[in-house]
C-alpha cells in the first residue's frame, strides 16, 4: 500500500516542505477522501477475491469439496451390484449407476446439507473479524475505503466463493461421473427420460440454484464477523449456528419454525429434476435467502459503520 493511500485526509506527504513541495521539487498532493465510484468499488472487489482465494486455507477448504465427489463415485462404483432398498434417498444415489451426470446431483445433494455450508461459514465467518484480529482493517478504513462499499466489496466475494465451491463440488462429479459410468440420456426422477444436452443445462441450472441458496448463510457470516474481533470466534460461531438450525430443522415438532429456517429448501433442487420443473419450493428458498440477506445485510451494515476499529 503506498503512502498516498495510507496518509489520513488532508495530510502531505512525509519530505514535503512548508510550500507545499517535497524535497525533490515535486509538488506535494494533499489526499483526501475518495469518490465514492464503480471503480472504487471494483477495485475494493478484486482486493477481496485476492484475499480470499490466496489463502492456503481456501485452497484447502476447496480441495476437499473437489475431493468428495470422487469418493462417492469411487463408493457408488465399488457396491453398484449390491442391492439397495430403502428410501428416496438411496434411490436418487442409484440413479448414479445408470448415468454418470447424476454423480452432479448426488455429490451436491450430500455436500449442501453439511460441506458447503462449513467452507462458506468459515470464509464469511473471517471475513472482517479476520482482518480486525491482523489489524489491517483499521488501514483499509484510513486509506480510506468507505466502510459500506468495504462490506458491499466483502460480501460480494462471498457470494463469488459460493459459486466456486459450489462449482468445485459440481466439476469434479461431473468429470468422476464420466470415468465411472455411462453417459447418455438422464432418467430424471420423475421418471421422464432427457437427452444429455437438456439434462447437463439442468445440472448448471442446480449447481446455480445451490450456490445462490448459500448467500442468506454469507450475510449471517458476515454479521457475526462484525460483532468480534477474533475470526476463529466468528468462524466457529457461525459454523455452529448451521450445525445448530440444521439439527432444529429435523424435529417435526417445530413445524411452525421450520419454513423460517435458513436451512430448510436448501434441497428443494431436487424438484428442478422433474418433467416438468416444479418451482414452488425453489421459489421459497431464494425467497427466503433474500430477506436473510436483508435482514443481517442490514444488521452488519449497522453494526459496521457504527464499530469502532481500534485495532
Given at each position: 500500500m503506498s503512502q498516498a493511500e495510507t496518509a489520513p485526509s488532508g495530510a502531505t506527504l512525509p519530505g514535503a516542505t512548508a510550500s507545499g513541495s517535497t524535497a525533490s521539487g515535486v509538488p506535494a498532493v494533499a489526499v483526501g477522501r475518495r469518490p465514492q465510484t464503480a471503480a472504487g468499488f471494483l477495485a475494493l472487489f478484486r482486493n477481496e477475491l485476492h484475499l480470499t482465494f490466496r489463502r492456503m486455507r481456501t485452497k484447502v477448504l476447496l480441495g476437499i469439496l473437489a475431493v468428495l465427489p470422487v469418493l462417492i463415485g469411487v463408493v457408488v462404483k465399488l457396491n453398484t451390484d449390491s442391492p439397495h432398498e430403502g428410501g428416496g434417498g438411496v434411490n436418487f444415489i442409484a440413479q448414479t449407476t445408470q448415468n454418470g451426470l447424476f454423480l452432479v446431483f448426488t455429490a451436491l445433494a450430500v455436500a449442501l446439507p453439511v460441506f458447503l455450508p462449513m467452507t462458506v461459514g468459515v470464509v464469511a465467518g473471517d471475513s472482517v473479524a479476520g482482518e480486525a484480529a491482523t489489524g489491517t482493517l483499521r488501514y483499509l478504513l484510513v486509506a480510506p475505503a468507505g466502510r459500506t462499499r468495504l462490506l458491499a466489496a466483502k460480501f460480494t466475494a462471498g457470494?463469488?466463493?459460493?459459486?466456486?465451491?459450489?462449482?468445485?463440488?459440481?466439476?469434479?462429479?461431473?468429470?468422476?461421473?464420466?470415468?465411472?459410468?455411462?453417459l447418455g440420456e438422464v432418467t430424471l426422477i420423475s421418471g421422464d427420460t432427457i437427452g444429455f444436452g437438456d439434462a447437463l443445462l439442468r445440472a448448471v441450472l442446480v449447481a446455480g440454484v445451490v450456490a445462490v441458496s448459500l448467500s442468506g448463510l454469507v450475510a449471517i457470516g458476515l454479521f457475526v464477523s462484525t460483532l468480534?474481533?477474533?475470526?476463529?470466534?466468528?468462524?466457529a460461531a457461525t459454523v455452529g449456528l448451521v450445525v445448530t438450525v440444521q439439527i432444529l430443522d429435523a424435529f417435526p415438532q417445530l413445524d411452525a419454525v421450520r419454513p423460517f429456517l435458513f436451512t430448510h429448501?436448501?434441497?428443494?433442487?431436487?424438484?428442478?429434476?422433474?418433467?416438468?420443473?416444479y418451482w414452488d419450493s425453489v421459489w421459497k428458498d431464494l425467497g427466503l435467502q433474500a430477506a436473510y440477506v436483508a435482514v443481517f445485510g442490514a444488521a452488519a451494515w449497522s453494526r459496521f459503520t457504527s464499530r469502532d476499529i481500534s485495532a
Open positions: 457470494l463469488v466463493f459460493c459459486l466456486a465451491a459450489t462449482a468445485a463440488v459440481a466439476l469434479a462429479a461431473l468429470a468422476t461421473g464420466a470415468a465411472l459410468f455411462p468480534t474481533g477474533s475470526g476463529i470466534a466468528a468462524m429448501y436448501w434441497l428443494s433442487f431436487a424438484d428442478l429434476l422433474r418433467e416438468p420443473m
